[in-house]
């Protein structure tokens, strides 16, 4: 979707992630920040689905919300960032190297169809929304 010069001089203005995150090191997959903070993250994924029951969705509800209720005011932070991305990533790639077809029927049809998947990445039809969480613990100030 085209953006107007306006619209991408902000989002150059924008401080990307790398920079709210100031990394010091990488400790048993706990990155440390520069003020000493520790930071977990995770991608968040299949929580919420169309096909999920009212019973399902307000269980999962009542565990998001106990999670941040037990996080400590002071001393623990919460980022959530979502973010789309386009393409298929390598999906294609992988799916014409796991094939496993001898009918020559049945390869003229993956090929035509593997054919219509670029197609249509090429045009942007397929999206992939993430959803990161980020828990960033300051010892210093709970200690405090």
């Not at 998001?64 to 932070?77: D, G, K, P, Q, T």
């Not at 993956?110 to 197609?119: F, I, L, Y």
Request: proline share 2%; glycine share 4%; charged share 30%.
């Amino acid at each position: 979707m085209p953006v107007t010069m306006e619209e991408y001089a902000q989002s150059l203005a924008a401080a990307p992630l790398c920079e709210q995150l100031r990394i010091r090191d990488l400790l048993d997959n706990v990155a440390v920040q520069v003020d000493g903070s520790f930071v977990a993250a995770y991608e968040l994924s299949g929580m919420n689905s169309y096909y999920a029951s009212d019973e399902g969705r307000n269980r999962t509800k009542s565990a998001l919300e106990a999670l941040v209720r037990s996080l400590s005011e002071r001393s623990m932070r919460m980022q959530v960032r979502r973010e789309i991305s386009e393409g298929t990533g390598d999906l294609i790639t992988r799916y014409n190297r796991e094939q496993r077809n001898h009918s020559a029927i049945l390869q003229v049809l993956d090929r035509r169809r593997t054919e219509e998947w670029r197609r249509k990445e090429a045009a942007g039809f397929y999206l992939r929304h993430h959803l990161h969480a980020y828990f960033i613990w300051n010892p210093r100030i709970h200690n405090q």
